[in-house]
């Protein structure tokens, strides 16, 4: 990769010769930059200066054939890059009545993300997902906000890391320490900072697939979920909530009232 080149060119794995512009190159002042390919996800990024070429001190991560269950190189710097919550990122999450996890927490944000898809960087909250069980890195979510409350007009707002897996896969908004005989859960992020005015400490599971899967924990011995109301919502709600009450744990579903609804809506229009 020519990081003192046109802020296109060829790929290195998938170009097409040298008039192909699939790969974006973005370098920061500081020296820190990133290689993005929009055709088959490659992925290079720079730190401690700008080089020439392949002689830079770099990693690389190229798209994987299957899904990685361990956060990646980019995954663990990105993160590195974030910070706590402040600026646009805490002005939307006032502005949709959440609760600010504690700074120990897997949430953070990035003033300026990069939003591949499109081109455009702009601020994001950056959530760690981490095995629920064991508590290992393994993917990043991203979602670009706007200080109102809205997601940003970017298509999608909302992003996992490519080629990393999400199964089995929590964002532990509050950290495990704070986590005794009781959690609480939700599918979205913004769902389950609702439950926290109510209830804590709460984990997002980012979708209802996770959210039915959500495997038990040692000591936990009380659950509480907050559940979309819509059939997949509910479904896997019902379906955490077996799997558990069968152990013997304690279980209670929070589901607002009107259809297609979350926690969050019934906080918002309270």
Known sequence: MD??????????????GLKDRSCGVTVEPGGN??????????VETIHGGRAAGRHGNYT????????DSKLSTYGRDLWDECIPIEGVAHAYLNARQC??????????????????P???????????????VTGEPMSLHRTWVQADGSKAQMDPARMLLKDH???????RL??????????????????????????????ALIDAGNLAAMPL??????LLIAADNDPPGIAAAKSCAMRWARQGREVRIVLPEAPRSDLNDLVRSA
Do not use: M, N
Request: proline share 8%.
């Open 33 to 42: 930059g990133v290689a993005h390919c929009f055709r088959c996800g490659y």
């Open 99 to 116: 609760v600010i996890p504690p700074a120990a927490g897997h949430l953070r944000c990035h003033p300026k993300l990069k939003h591949w």
């Open 60 to 67: 690389c991560e190229r798209s994987a054939d299957k899904q």
């Open 165 to 171: 897996s999400k199964a089995g896969g929590v964002v």
């Open 217 to 222: 924990l040692k000591g936990v011995q009380s």
């Open 118 to 132: 499109s081109g455009s960087i702009g601020p994001a909250l950056v959530a760690l997902v981490t095995d629920a």
């Open 174 to 203: 509050w950290p495990d320490e704070d986590v005794t005989t009781s959690l609480g859960i939700g599918e979205g992020i913004e769902t389950t900072l609702s439950l926290a005015h109510a209830f804590t400490p709460t984990w």
């Open 3 to 16: 990081w003192s080149g046109p802020s296109r060119q060829p790929c290195p794995t998938c170009g097409r």
